[in-house]
């Protein structure tokens, strides 16, 4: 653990109280005015953590966004999955939505605003992806965009923003997100925990940290509302507008100057977590679902979990669901992903084994080899295939089942993000609620596999130790 790192306690303490009351009339008479659609970008299929009652589009086809313009909900999600894009790819595809965000837009005679949400939002293809929607948006339509706006707080992740340093929680300590496993990731890794160095850094340098825009937590706890507005108002050439976060009270009393600017005019962009998305569109706190509201038939099949994610969080969910005796484990080899006959024998086997204990009433988890496939130096690009190959054989698990789980959990962003997309071929799904903080389920929409099921989207790095082991045998009660 690093040297920077800090006692949540005496981070916490030393943050000024709010009136809450005051606050949330206040955002709700706001919300009122902002007559936009709100169209979040999802890099994996996480970000739907915080809401209930909203609607996730897995394609980015005119079609399915004209129908979420439509809607009578505030906000929609599209499923991008471009975590696991190249730079290529991502490129293109955020062309694609732009364009078709336009086209909706002009169709629908709406406003819109467009929030890039990501999973460890520090990772991923930024700046790339906003750059890419700002250019196309701008080129496309009358639509200028002044700034903006980076917020990676969420609090169901532990991911707090204190005097312009992002930190991750561990237990009772905040460790500055540059100094975490994330920052080390081998695609998207980053050395800065402050945000503006960090959005200097991903920039290489072309907006620089002292020119942003910082919105402190001082001033949002003071209520000073105008001080921010005024500080909003007078961002312009897509500069960055840094958010400190370390309560939803504070994105709600961001989001009310945010409004009132956008109403005199102002346009951003964002990159944020899942918070920001649950208080712009106005999505009210739902109790955690309970076993009776996720099982939508009576059956005596078994379960199915599929555990995809590598991170440090995965690895000790995954070894406190082994004492489990609700559940059957089957290993599937990844590795031999090399040798493509062996991989191919092995993957039958394990949708051999997986049919058949589901259908004798069994809970089944199916885990790949815990050790990641390195291939050694300079072989990122042949890493990256062979890594989009074993997904596609886990996902193909779930495409050839021949029976219908009680329910299927994916734990992983983007596990889950290709099971519900390919494997249960989910072309719309509405997000029923949470089973614990931060870790939400689809119901899938009647054109899938299994209309119907609940889908529960664990992220990798969510959850306390037990979670997933409390989440398998909540669900496995007969």
């Known amino acids: 653990m690093s040297s920077n790192k800090r006692l949540v306690e005496e981070v916490f303490n030393k943050i000024p109280s709010v009136d809450t009351g005051f606050v949330n009339e206040m955002i709700e008479k706001e919300l009122k005015n902002l007559n936009k659609k709100i ?15 909203i609607s996730v589009y897995t394609d980015w086809s005119l079609n399915s966004i004209e129908k979420g313009f439509q809607e009578d909900n505030s906000m929609f999600f599209i499923l991008t999955n471009s975590r696991g894009f190249t730079a290529a790819e991502t490129t293109k595809t955020h062309q694609d939505i732009a364009a078709n965000i336009v086209e909706a837009a002009k169709r629908n ?56 340093i992002h930190y991750v929680q561990y237990d009772e300590y905040l460790v500055p997100a540059g100094e975490t496993e994330f920052a080390k990731d081998r ?30 937590l001082d001033s949002l706890r003071s209520l000073d509302i105008e001080t921010i507005e005024q500080q909003l108002l007078a961002v312009k050439d897509f500069n960055k507008v840094i958010v400190n976060a370390v309560d939803y009270i504070d994105v709600k009393i961001f989001t009310i100057a945010l409004i ?36 939508s038939e009576d059956t005596s099949n078994g379960g199915l979990v599929i555990i995809g994610s590598h991170v440090k969080k995965t ?46 009433g069994r809970n089944v988890a199916v885990y790949t080899t815990r050790e990641r496939l390195d291939l ?18 886990v996902t193909s698990i779930v495409k050839r089942l021949k029976v219908r789980p009680s329910y299927i959990i994916a734990k992983g962003g983007i596990t889950s993000s290709d099971i519900g997309t390919n494997g249960l071929e989910v072309k719309r799904a509405t997000v029923a609620g949470q089973i614990r903080p931060g870790i939400p389920v689809w119901t899938t929409d009647s054109e899938s596999k299994f209309p119907g099921i609940s889908y529960v989207i664990f992220p990798g790095n969510v959850g306390t130790k037990t979670d997933l082991r409390e989440v398998v045998e909540m669900l496995s009660k007969q």
């Open 376 to 393: 050694g130096e300079g072989k990122k690009e042949e890493e990256l295939k062979l890594s989009v190959k074993i997904s596609d054989a």
């Open 260 to 295: 009132r600017a956008m109403n005199k005019g102002k346009n951003f962009m964002f990159r944020s977590a899942a918070a920001l998305t649950k208080v712009i569109g106005g999505v009210s706190d739902k109790k955690l679902l309970t076993r009776e509201e996720m099982m």
């Open 39 to 53: 169209i979040v970008l999802d890099d994996d299929p996480t970000g739907v953590q915080t809401v209930h009652g």
């Open 109 to 164: 005679h709406r406003e819109f605003i467009i929030i890039s949400r990501g999973d460890s939002t520090l990772r991923g293809h930024y700046p790339l992806e906003t750059q890419v929607l700002k250019e196309t948006v701008e080129a496309s339509s009358t639509n200028r965009f002044d700034g903006e706006v980076i917020l990676p707080f969420f609090k169901e992740g532990g991911r707090f923003t204190v005097d312009n």
């Open 187 to 216: 695609t998207f890794g980053y050395t800065k925990s402050h945000l503006g160095e960090w959005a200097e850094e991903k920039s290489n340098g072309e907006y620089k940290a002292d020119n942003m825009t910082y919105i402190s």
């Open 315 to 360: 690895t000790e969910q995954f070894e406190e669901l082994k004492k489990s005796d609700a559940v059957a484990f089957i290993k599937f080899n990844v590795h031999l992903v090399l040798e493509p006959e062996k991989f191919e024998k092995e993957l039958d086997r394990v949708v051999e084994a997986t049919n058949k204990l589901i259908t004798e």
